[in-house]
């Protein structure tokens, strides 16, 4: 039995993406002659047979000159299933790419070896490295245009190391010179690239590990529909985010916290022994506890974190831009609450990695914010696990999807019911503390002051969670910059600070 | 330790369950065109899995154009009755009356009228917001780029330019009254995939899937089936053919194919080895340059 890759594809107009996949829908003999026989009429005028229109598309987009989104192509090989997640070079890239990326393995990266590195290759590997892919096939195509020379290739190979080196836990790399019009080392080796020691294409998408969608995290199981047929039975369906199980396992169930062992993993055809992510399953629970859809079944010694606020990078794909303040409806594994964008730290240029100021988000830019769900959430960072570390979000009125987001820390507060406390002692500077306290306020943080010295963030009586203390000579100067950098201190929660 | 990977039938059935658990806790009122195909097969296999040991939880729908095979309305009634799933046969009863056919109307406009118009119309008169449909994305061209959930608006139509972002497998399930969602919980499955789990799972499929003698008129390429009074063309007559159907629609619409594949390991070996589309012998398809699509925007599936 084969197993399954996905993968996506990334490169600007003109790349030679269309030809490429073409070519490997192509030589891998999975186009079919009637098909075929499309093309050939499409292509009449040209002589040869253009292998780009296999993966022409919709016929609105073909009357405008332009795909619009995302096409999803299958093929496979004795050893693997492929789907591709296509996604057309233009200006509505990030949101397609974003969306090709989420569900993919690998991207194949393209770049045209006339014109090397550009600034587009860089954005399409920062996009796919935020989506969390952790293979990337750098092509450099159209090598049969630059004499199939070595030189320009490892030219090409050192400059893309520089820049993913910036890229911080990069994805893995594999380099490979082809050429998707002539077929050199998309399917076959060519033999015109002697010095190329490394697989064809093709070859590298069936031999690549995917096993290796190894998350850093243990069970997870986000409840998503209660089978109840009877009083007799009662199942907790849901697709394991991650981690495995096994009947007699002891789970805790969130937000509950109530402790108990698995019974059973029901399915049609018998009860399993083991069930492991991303299978599909049903859990029968030893003791009847109330369990309901938003629910989740984790690990008792690997819990995710409990939060209302946390700080992720979207992707927004609306054309109302993203602005604090505005309510959206969240959705994060089985859940869905209404949330709002309580800070937007900055903005990504996509074409320079700068983070940027920015009071809004518009479509298809990036940026880091802060994000309030009016419950909890059981998180992990996105780069720990895919499915408990992606959120979309909704506009309530218009019921778009507008954005989508990748959680990078939960943040201070409202931590599973338990209060969490910061202490902050400022020495002579009042007017710090009370522009602190009302910044902390706009962000959405309960905040009581206990003394003209001391701030407290959260229910007066909880324990500090983190002790901050500043030095006058530190404040002075600049107040606003001063609150700044605490607040980030605050929000951030965790880091510390030496005075 | 078990190498924790799964099969790619096992990893598409894990997404497809998935999508069927999503839709019954975030819909009020979903429903499963039931077209009694393999595909069809195959996705009501997966809804029984996905809510068992519970009968599936939402009603079966068959838009009878009154031109199916006579063994798929057998094989329907047999299949859903041995499930105990309930089954909502529709037909648009107001067209036929009024005398629509294929042959008097061309496929475009009975289609329209037989399929499109009978679905919209059991949809609205079951209160459906959401419709399961088991169309994959490499069987056409414009299916490509359809969503696992697409969205209608409160025609049934469908705007390939205003669709949702799909990410992960965070599906966004909200409508307005009347608006609909279509969802396709087979979205990547491939052909070859469906057969390989009807195998594997041992899942009933219509025999006219399987290669036997069967009387056709052989037209041009085309073997069209004898049943419906297909009415001949001169010179034409009715003869024995041993072949198959690859996919199943109305008779007049549904070619068959030349095949002696008469077990399911031979379709899968005839299937490896085909180097023509599945719809090729769908005669609907090919009326115009991108009819899928137009069909699609009236509301077609
Ligand atoms: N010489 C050469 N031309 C190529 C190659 N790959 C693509 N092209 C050409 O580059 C142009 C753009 O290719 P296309 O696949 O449509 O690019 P896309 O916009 O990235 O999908 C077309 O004229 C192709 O024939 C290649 O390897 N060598």
């Known amino acids: 039995m084969s197993e399954l890759l996905r993968f996506t594809t990334a490169g600007s107009v003109d790349d030679g993406k269309s030809t490429l996949i073409g070519r490997l829908l192509y030589d891998s003999q999975t186009v079919y002659e009637d098909q075929l026989a499309g093309i050939r009429k499409a292509t009449k005028a040209h002589g040869g047979l253009d292998l780009s229109l296999l993966t022409d598309g919709l016929r609105a987009e073909r009357e405008q000159g332009i795909t619009i989104d995302v096409a999803y192509r299958y093929f496979a090989t004795p050893r693997r299933k492929f789907i591709i997640a296509d996604t057309p070079g233009h200006e509505q890239y990030t949101r397609n790419m974003a969306t090709g990326a989420s569900t993919a393995h690998l991207a194949i990266v393209l770049i045209d070896a006339r014109h090397g590195v550009l600034p587009q290759s860089r954005r399409h590997a920062f996009i796919a490295s935020l989506l969390g892919i952790r293979h990337l096939a750098i092509a450099v195509n159209k090598m049969d245009l630059v004499d199939y020379a070595e030189d320009v290739f490892h030219a090409i190979c050192a400059d893309f190391k520089t820049f993913i080196a910036q890229i911080g836990d990069p994805p893995g790399l594999q380099f490979i010179p082809v050429s998707a019009l002539c077929g050199d080392n998309v399917v076959r080796r060519s033999a015109r690239m002697p010095w190329y020691n490394g697989p064809p294409l093709l070859e590298y998408l069936e031999t690549v590990p995917v096993a290796a969608e190894r998350h850093a995290v243990g069970l997870r199981l986000p409840v998503q529909y209660v089978i109840r047929p009877d009083q007799d039975f009662r199942g907790l369906a849901g697709q394991l985010a991650s981690g495995a199980i096994h009947p007699g396992d002891e789970v805790v169930v969130l937000p509950s916290g109530r402790s108990t062992r698995v019974h059973s993993l029901v399915t049609r055809e018998g009860d399993l022994p083991e069930a492991f992510a991303p299978m599909s399953v049903t859990v029968c629970l030893e003791d009847e506890l109330d369990v309901s859809r938003g629910d989740m079944l984790v690990a008792p010694g690997d819990q995710p974190m409990s939060t209302q606020r946390f700080q992720a990078t979207v992707v927004w794909m609306n054309e109302k831009p993203a602005t604090t303040g505005r309510r959206y409806l969240l959705k994060h594994t089985t859940q869905t609450l209404p949330a709002a964008i309580v800070e937007i730290r900055h903005r990504v240029d996509i074409q320079t990695l700068d983070a940027e100021t920015a009071g809004e988000l518009r479509l298809n830019e990036i940026g880091a914010v802060v994000v309030e769900a009016q419950g909890p959430l059981f998180v992990d960072p996105y780069r720990c696990n895919r499915f408990t570390g992606s959120f979309i979000l909704l506009d309530p009125l218009s019921n778009e999807t507008v954005g989508a987001g990748m959680i990078e820390a939960a943040l201070a507060d409202a931590v599973d019911g338990a209060a969490r406390a910061v202490a902050i002692s400022i020495e002579g500077h009042p007017e710090i503390l009370w522009l602190l306290a009302r910044r902390l306020v706009e962000a959405g943080h309960r905040v009581a002051v206990l003394s003209n010295q001391v701030l407290h963030v959260g229910p007066a009586g909880a324990a500090p969670g983190l002790e901050l203390s500043f030095l006058s000579a530190n404040l002075a100067g600049d107040p606003v910059r001063a609150v700044d950098e605490i607040f980030h201190q605050i929000v951030r929660h965790g880091a510390t600070l030496e005075n | ?301």
């Open chain 2, 1 to 301: 330790m078990t190498a924790r990977t799964l099969t790619h039938l096992q990893a598409l059935e894990a997404e497809s369950i998935h999508v069927l658990r999503e839709v019954a806790a975030e819909f009020q009122r979903p429903v499963m065109l039931y077209s009694i195909g393999k595909d069809s097969s195959v996705m009501v296999r997966l809804a029984q899995k996905a809510f068992y040991p519970a009968p599936i939880p939402f009603p079966l729908l068959h838009i009878d154009t009154s031109y199916k095979f006579r063994e798929m309305v057998e094989f329907r009634d047999r299949f859903c009755a041995e499930i105990g799933a309930r089954l909502i046969v529709h037909t648009n009863r107001q067209a036929l009356d009024d005398g629509a056919n294929p042959f008097r109307l061309g496929t475009q406009k009975c289609c329209g009228l037989l399929k499109t118009r009978a679905l919209l119309d059991a949809l609205a008169a079951g209160g459906f917001d959401a419709a399961f449909g088991g169309a994959r994305r490499d069987e056409e061209k414009s299916r490509a780029k359809e969503r696992v959930y697409s969205f209608r608006d409160s025609f049934g139509q469908w705007d390939p330019k205003n669709q949702r972002p799909e990410l992960w497998n965070l599906f966004n399930s909200r409508v307005d009254k009347g608006e609909s969602i279509r969802v396709f919980p087979l979205s990547n499955w491939t052909e070859l995939d469906i057969w390989e789990y009807i195998q594997l799972e041992n899942i009933p499929v219509v025999p006219l899937y399987f290669a036997q003698p069967r009387p056709m008129v052989v037209r041009g390429e085309m073997l069209i089936p004898v049943e419906h009074d297909i009415p001949l063309l001169p010179g034409e007559k009715t003869q024995m053919v041993m072949c198959r159907m690859r996919s199943l629609g109305c008779t007049p619409c549904t070619g068959a194919i030349r095949s002696q594949a008469d077990t399911l390991p031979k379709i899968i070996a005839e299937m490896r080895e085909f180097r023509r589309s599945e719809r090729e012998n769908r005669v609907i398809d090919h009326d115009q340059e991108g009819s899928m699509e137009l069909k699609k925007r009236e509301g077609y599936f």
